[in-house]
């Protein structure tokens, strides 16, 4: 319950800056594509478009090895880093993911929590939350812990839980097929892959 309270209070604060601080980087539309690095670009990928329905479009790469320091400088990575092949993906309504395979002396083959500096995870919506997770789980996905829907606050309405990608990457399913209870109070809106 501690949890639900801190992540409605953090959405709310959020929401709440957002519409008093206005000034942005000057042609700022919106985001392009989030980037990750997998160890396995083909079982990541593959995992997206087979399971979460996501459309794979091209590849690129290779990328190094460089004899100078490029990859420290533009990439802030070991200079001996590699990037033998990156994949370009976009799952229905939402934006691009750019799904890295790097090689380093250096690596860290461990994932972040989401307690870490750098942790992070990706939502996915879905309109049937029951349905996206007996599929989802027909095909060995595990989940975390059972649906939380929120009941008070502007989240109230969304239904949320996590589960772990093939390769240890937290991601989320998310539902709110009545809308959210912030958006009866501001013309304002989060954007929606719905819309």
């Known amino acids: 319950m501690k949890a639900l309270l801190r992540h409605a209070l953090l959405a709310t604060t959020l929401l709440c800056t957002s519409t008093l601080t206005q000034a942005a980087t000057p042609g700022m539309r919106g985001t392009d594509h989030f980037g990750f690095t997998v160890p396995d670009t083909e079982e990541a990928v593959g995992f997206l478009v087979d399971v979460m329905g996501c459309e794979a479009f091209f590849t690129i790469g ?20 590699t990037i033998p092949v990156a994949h370009l993906v976009r799952c229905g309504n939402g934006t691009n993911f750019e799904i890295f395979e790097y090689t380093a002396p250096d ?3 461990s994932q972040p929590r989401n307690s870490d500096i750098g942790g992070h995870h990706i939502a996915f919506y879905v309109d049937d939350l029951d349905q996206a997770i007996s599929y989802m789980k027909d095909r060995g996905v595990k989940f975390l812990g059972t649906p939380h829907p929120f009941t008070s606050g502007p989240l ?40």
């Open 107 to 109: 690596q860290n083959p």
């Open 62 to 81: 290779p990328f190094g090895p460089f004899e100078d320091d490029w990859m420290k400088e533009n990439l802030n990575v070991n200079p001996r880093a």
């Open 156 to 195: 109230e309405g969304l239904t949320w839980i996590y589960f772990m990608a093939p390769w240890g990457m937290q991601m989320e399913l998310v539902s709110a097929p009545d809308g959210k209870a912030y958006e009866k109070t501001t013309d304002s809106r989060l954007w929606d892959p719905r819309d």
